[in-house]
């Protein structure tokens, strides 16, 4: 599989990384980072992540691409349209989550399509090698400053964990549990939290 185009596109306000690849034999295949999909759709990269492994016809679409922020998991544009069709928006309780939702699912339609035909044309990564380094660069100082947030971040619920009491109650215990959920959901991991 080789990366023919790379371009950041917008849902809205917020930006999506894509790229347009090239698995061989003719086959050209639009792919988004799952974690993007994640902040797209309001849900957990975890979550999605989940969904994916339950589902065989989904694990199909999946792939670890290095794109220019990193080496990162996607999802090919059919993966990306049947995991968005998946998200079942009438048991959503917070009406504004479940109308971005369906947002998300008429715009993947529409633009990833549009994208993977060549009606929004992809632009191509610059062949001066100058130039590929700058907006490498770019993209490590942009990662750079997510990973200090993130960092400060998770200093802060340590040391949020580090003055929670020992003995617990009913109340503490409660704090704590969600204290350590956050954690694991900033880690990016799947924790246990019994």
Request: aromatic share 4%; charged share 20%.
């Amino acid at each position: 599989m080789e990366l023919i185009h790379q371009k950041t596109i917008t849902f809205g306000d917020q930006p999506l990384e894509v790229a347009l690849a090239d698995f061989g034999n003719g086959k050209q295949e639009v792919v988004i980072p799952l974690a993007r999909l994640a902040e797209a759709t309001e849900q957990s990269p975890q979550s999605l992540h989940q969904m994916i492994r339950r589902d065989a016809l989904l694990t199909e679409y999946l792939i670890n691409v290095t794109l220019i922020s990193g080496k990162t998991a996607c999802m090919q544009r059919p993966g990306v349209l049947l995991l968005v069709a998946k998200l079942n928006t009438t048991r959503i309780k917070d009406k504004r989550k479940a109308a971005q939702i369906q947002a998300f699912q008429r715009w993947a339609a529409e633009t990833l399509d549009k994208s993977l035909f060549g009606e929004a044309q992809l632009p191509t990564l610059p062949s001066d090698p100058l130039q590929l380094f700058r907006i490498t660069l770019e993209a490590l100082e942009h990662n750079q400053a997510r990973l200090t947030a993130l960092e400060q971040h998770t200093q802060g619920l340590e040391q949020r964990l580090d003055n929670s009491p020992v003995s617990v109650d009913g109340q503490k215990a409660g704090h704590l549990h969600n204290l350590l959920k956050e954690l694991a959901q900033t880690m990016g991991g799947n924790y246990s939290l019994a």
